[in-house]
Nanobody
Framework: VQLQASGGGLVQAGGSLRLSCAASGRTFSSWIMGWFRQAPGKEREFVTAISGSGGNTYYADSVKGRFTISRDNAKNTVYLQMNSLKPEDTAVYYC??????????????????????WGQGTQVTVSS
């Protein structure tokens, strides 16, 4: 599986960005997709995840109400709409896939170790 993330950039606080992650593979709709981020000097942290069908989502408390994850299974693509961005959202954002699970019925989807393929990362910088 190959993942290609795009859409990062520089934005002022309060602004918006939309990240995309295109995946290869014929069974995309069977996979949990997640977004993580890593700021300089910090560990990679969970942002959000979406079930294979797109019917269930889960967000970290730090982004709840501001970020929205969605997916288009016909296009093998997952999106991250980020609104009301804050300087503390500055990080490299990574998309990831869990090819072994389809549903968000266990809290381990928040763990880096859950995912078996990762995109290359896209930089998001929010200026104050």
């Amino acid at each position: 599986v190959q993942l290609q993330a795009s859409g990062g950039g520089l934005v002022q606080a309060g602004g918006s960005l939309r990240l995309s992650c295109a995946a290869s593979g014929r069974t995309f709709s069977s996979w949990i997709m997640g977004w993580f981020r890593q700021a300089p000097g910090k560990e990679r942290e969970f942002v959000t995840a979406i079930s294979g069908s797109g019917g269930n989502t889960y967000y970290a408390d730090s982004v709840k109400g501001r970020f929205t994850i969605s997916r288009d299974n016909a296009k093998n693509t997952v999106y991250l709409q980020m609104n009301s961005l804050k300087p503390e959202d500055t990080a490299v954002y990574y998309c990831a896939v869990d090819t072994l699970r389809k549903e968000l019925d266990h809290l381990t989807f928040q763990f880096v170790s859950e995912y078996d393929f990762w995109g290359q990362g896209t930089q998001v910088t929010v200026s104050s």
